[in-house]
């Protein structure tokens, strides 16, 4: 039997526009809409009570904060609990990566807030477009882009997710955690929430998760396990995933939020990716003459930093970025950049120096690193001065020689010229050759000493 048809009311400007799907997306999508003067109608599976929202609700602060003044959401009263800092862990290494108000929130309550500002009709599960009369049918259902439909074969890609929310009376660590798995083939966190709760989970494209927060949770038992909740998340941006949109009859529908692949592909970072689709789509319905191909044509060259991550990724996992190749290069200093720049830092609320970016960049083996250029662990207790103190030793040692010896080689050299030289001229060559030679010897000494402590020719001990 046909399913009963949903019929819209009219709606501003003589367009029907229904929002399937009251997530972050939709809740911001609707709610803005109606600040700007267009009525949407939201069509919501869940109930409003045990509203679940399955994420780690962690997000940058300063970066949600515009989006919710917006529609009069004060992100401050929400803020569960703030970082000081990620530390993330490379193979037993915890190195600390500054963050700027980076904090886990109340996510449902937030959504739950912003949909008091539309009409939403909750317990209305919709499948397929069908069942729907309206103008604009927008897909704001996640990951399960239940009305837009499946991706073309080859355009969306997945990850597995799996978390758990869990209590510690003493927690081994209050802190945002993070443990990359080798080749980004994704990672298990643990973030705190306040009083003692956390979210721990684990998300991997190798299916692996699940032993890993095992292995986790038998390191670190907590006293009490909350809930669980699994759910894949999407990480193929807009520009890869397709289609965005689609027209079925007269109506048009489209995609926002996860359903449109906003999500950072390294980071699995999606709530603030989801509200700017979001902003960017409430423009184009508020504007009038709605066109989707120009909305595609924005979410494109916005995410187009996603789209560089998600070939560098999808590239280390499969093992073929290498140093020598250009493109993989290229997304590489494309991904240095952003994490670098204003916008990436608002984004992702994470304020990485280089030396972490660095590492980010470096693919993970699946045995512990022993290289000298990790540095950092500022935690109590965790050795670090001791090994970056020798290592400039070394360099310094082995720099001195070969660039002392060098120079005076070469100075000796000019000195047998026809024309010897002036002393202020052989002073000025001396000092330039030592100073190039000098600099290039302590590059490739590092290099060397850390060559040969990766091949076990030296020996390294201590944890840095
Ligand atoms: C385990 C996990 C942890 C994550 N952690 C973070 C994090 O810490 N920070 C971050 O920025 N991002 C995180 N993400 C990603 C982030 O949660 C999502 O990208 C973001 O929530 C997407 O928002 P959305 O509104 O598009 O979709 P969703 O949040 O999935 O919302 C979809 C809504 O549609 C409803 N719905 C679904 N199907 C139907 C249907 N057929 N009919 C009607 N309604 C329907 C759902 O009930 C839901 O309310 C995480 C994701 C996962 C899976």
């Not at 069908?130 to 897909?139: A, G, L, Q």
């Not at 595609?296 to 187009?304: A, K, N």
């Not at 720049?341 to 984004?347: H, I, K, N, Y």
């Not at 010896?405 to 030592?434: D, K, N, Q, T, Y």
């Amino acid at each position: 039997m046909a399913a009963p048809k949903i019929i819209m009311p009219a709606l501003s400007g003589g367009v029907r526009i229904a929002i399937v799907g009251v997530g972050i997306s939709g809740a911001y999508l609707g709610a803005r809409l109606s600040h700007l003067g267009v009525r949407a109608v939201g069509l919501e599976a869940q109930g409003e009570d045990n509203y679940r929202s399955p994420c780690a609700w962690a997000t940058s602060i300063d970066g949600i904060r515009g989006y919710l003044r917006t529609v009069d959401v004060d992100i401050e009263e929400y803020v569960l609990r703030e970082a000081d800092g990620v530390y993330v862990d490379l193979g037993g290494t915890l190195h600390r990566v500054p963050t700027r108000r980076l904090a886990t929130f109340d996510k449902p309550a937030v959504i739950l807030r912003m949909a008091r500002e539309f009409e939403v009709r909750r317990r209305a599960r919709v499948r397929g477009a069908s069942s729907i009369d309206s103008d604009v049918i927008v897909d704001a259902t996640g990951v399960h882009r239940a009305v837009i439909g499946p991706a073309e074969r080859g355009t969306d890609l997945v990850l597995p997710a799996y978390q758990l929310t869990v209590r510690y009376r003493e927690p081994w660590l209050d802190e945002f955690y993070v443990r990359p798995f080798p080749r980004y083939s994704g990672y298990l966190w643990q973030f705190p929430l306040g009083g003692g709760r956390f979210f721990v989970g684990a998300g991997d494209l190798n299916h692996d998760h699940l032993r890993r927060l095992s292995e986790f949770l038998g390191e670190h038992p907590p006293d009490e396990v909350i809930s669980r909740d699994g759910r894949p998340i999407r990480i193929s941006p807009p520009g890869i995933l397709r289609p965005m949109w689609r027209l079925e009859g007269e109506r048009t529908i489209v995609a926002v939020g996860e359903a449109a692949g906003a999500v950072l592909p390294v980071l699995g970072e999606g709530i603030l990716p989801s509200l700017e689709s979001s902003e960017a789509l409430a423009g184009h319905l508020a504007s009038g003459g709605f066109s989707a191909e120009s909305y595609e044509r924005e979410l494109i060259g916005r995410f187009s930093v996603f789209r560089a991550a998600y070939r560098f990724v999808r590239r280390k996992q499969e093992g073929t970025c290498r140093a020598a190749d250009p493109r993989c290069l290229l997304d590489a200093a494309r991904l240095a950049a952003f994490f670098s720049s204003e916008r990436g830092r608002t984004l992702t609320g994470v304020a990485p120096g280089p030396q972490h970016i660095s590492l980010a960049l470096r693919p993970f083996r699946g045995r512990p690193q022993r290289r000298l250029y990790r540095r950092g662990v500022d935690l109590p207790g965790v050795p670090g001065r001791r090994g970056r103190v020798v290592r400039h030793l070394y360099a310094f040692a082995l720099a001195a020689t070969i660039g002392g010896s060098s120079a005076a080689a070469l100075v000796e050299s000019f000195w047998r010229l026809e024309r010897p030289l002036g002393s202020v001229e052989a002073l000025a060559a001396s000092i330039a050759i030592s100073v190039t030679v000098l600099f290039l010897a302590m590059l490739l000494s590092f290099k060397l000493t850390e060559e040969l402590v990766n091949r076990g020719v030296l020996r390294w001990d201590g944890n840095y």
